[in-house]
């Protein structure tokens, strides 16, 4: 009987929440977001020096997200967002991570994610060519349909997929806890290990480490520690801007107009880029120019950012102004 319920708390500790589970994967969502409001802040505060990070602010998050998750994979065997909550992958045999299924989480933690933002960016424009009623019945205008038509398939497909597998855990029919998990034949169990952050730091302070320990340790539980609280503030901002965006306009205070950019008067009644009257009038939210939509459109995919007055902007920020 003892022996019974030994076993039963010992399984009960090692098997997460699905709250956690949800939460983990919560904040790795927010990663890319925040990293890109802060080149969004650099480009607007010096434009001239960060052209290139806006340009190409997906790869630059490539590589920052590549060196964060292999750092988390190859010291403890969770991604970041696993470890902030003191999870860890083990194999479904009880065993830890190989090489192979290390590559095989990066994989799906940094390359996949950066194909899906590059397609979602692709098909957003198809988007909203469908909705201005640009794509006809041509054979490049039906592609673009059928890849809006699969996406829709593709993401009510993984949804499912999804909850369905949450339902199999929380019922014990399965130990992995999504199903890319499933696929790599991985499970999430208790890492315990921030604890050891927590007892450097308790231990520093009390004046119990020695000169090797402290050398040894500070770089790497500060920077740790710094990326955990970091990520709890990319949380806090995430929900503070959610509730924002709730307001009563109203109830906000009036803003000044800004001063008239001088540049205007030249482009007044014809669009900065051909220098022709607009041809579906579109305008660029931050920086209030309006352009034809095909020019705005083409430029913006190649460079993100306003051509007039290089402030990031991005094809799904477009305004279409109708007579």
């Known amino acids: 009987m003892a ?3 030994a076993h039963f708390s010992f399984t009960s500790q090692e098997k997460p929440s699905i709250f956690e589970v949800i939460a983990q994967n919560s904040l790795n969502t927010t990663l890319q977001p925040a ?3 802060i080149i969004e802040f650099l480009g607007e505060s010096n434009s001239k020096y960060f052209e290139w990070l806006i340009k190409y602010n997906d790869e630059a998050f490539l590589v920052f997200n590549g ?9 403890h ?3 970041f967002s696993e470890y902030f909550y003191g999870l860890k992958r083990i194999s479904i045999k009880n065993v830890a ?3 192979r299924q290390q590559y095989s989480s990066l994989i799906f933690l940094i390359v996949l994610p950066y194909v899906k933002q590059k397609l979602d960016r692709i098909l957003e424009v198809y988007k909203l060519e469908n909705a201005e009623g ?3 019945n041509d054979l490049k205008s039906v592609s673009k349909k059928t890849l809006l038509y699969s996406e829709s398939v593709v993401e009510i497909s993984w ?3 999804l909850l369905l597998n949450y339902l199999r855990y929380m019922s014990d029919e399965t130990e992995s806890q999504n199903p890319i998990l499933r696929l790599l034949k991985l499970k999430l169990i208790y890492g315990g290990e ?6 450097f730091w308790s231990n520093l302070f009390k004046g119990n480490l020695s000169l090797k320990q402290f050398s040894k340790g500070i770089v790497q539980n500060t920077l740790r520690t710094s990326l955990e609280i970091g990520a709890f503030f990319v949380q806090f901002l995430q929900v503070w801007y959610r509730e924002k965006s709730s307001y009563s306009i109203t109830a906000l205070p009036i803003v000044p107009a800004p001063q008239p950019d001088p540049n205007a008067e030249n482009y007044k009644g014809k669009c900065p880029i051909c220098l022709q009257p607009w041809r579906i009038a579109t305008v660029v939210p931050v920086s209030g120019y309006v352009f034809c939509y095909m020019c705005i459109v083409k430029r913006l995919r190649e460079e993100q950012k306003c051509p007039v007055t290089n402030y990031p902007a991005k094809v799904v920020d477009l305004i279409r102004l109708y007579d």
Do not use: C, G, K
């Open 159 to 161: 949804t499912v997929w």
């Open 194 to 199: 921030p604890m050891d952050v927590m007892s």
């Open 35 to 37: 990293f890109q409001r």
């Open 134 to 136: 640009l794509l006809s």
């Open 3 to 5: 022996e019974n319920a």
């Open 77 to 79: 065997d969770a991604s």
């Open 97 to 99: 991570l190989s090489n």
């Open 67 to 75: 060196v964060l998750q292999y750092y988390y994979l190859r010291n």
